[in-house]
């Protein structure tokens, strides 16, 4: 026998719509999100209130920085620098066909 399978007048077997247990109409109360669940003494005490985060407003944050500029210009090198022990040799042209030692002093 469930907690509603007696009669009582006036009111109706309805079931929990988390626990699925049986009860009467009276026990039952509608949440938030639209869910009828237990409520009270002689339930599983289903029912849940709104989480009070929910109801938080944020507030906006200005994201954009103080002062900005614009980007640079890419600048590019025409040529390969490779560094030794003594120096640095650039290879210039498209073909690195002129090499010119370049040396600390």
């Known amino acids: 026998m469930g907690v509603a399978d007696t009669y009582r007048h006036g009111s109706h077997a309805v079931i929990c719509d988390r ?3 049986r009860y ?20 599983n005490n289903c029912w849940e209130s709104r989480h009070p985060q929910d109801f938080v407003k944020a507030r906006k944050d200005k994201q954009t920085p103080p002062w900005v500029r614009p980007e ?3 600048v590019f090198t025409a040529g390969l620098l490779i560094f030794e022990n003594n120096g640095a040799i650039l290879l210039d042209g498209s073909e690195f066909g002129d090499a010119r030692l370049l040396k600390d002093d």
């Open 19 to 21: 626990c699925g247990f």
């Open 72 to 74: 640079p210009d890419d």
């Open 24 to 43: 009467h109409a009276e026990k039952l109360h509608k949440e938030w999100n639209g869910l009828r669940t237990c409520k009270g003494g002689g339930t």
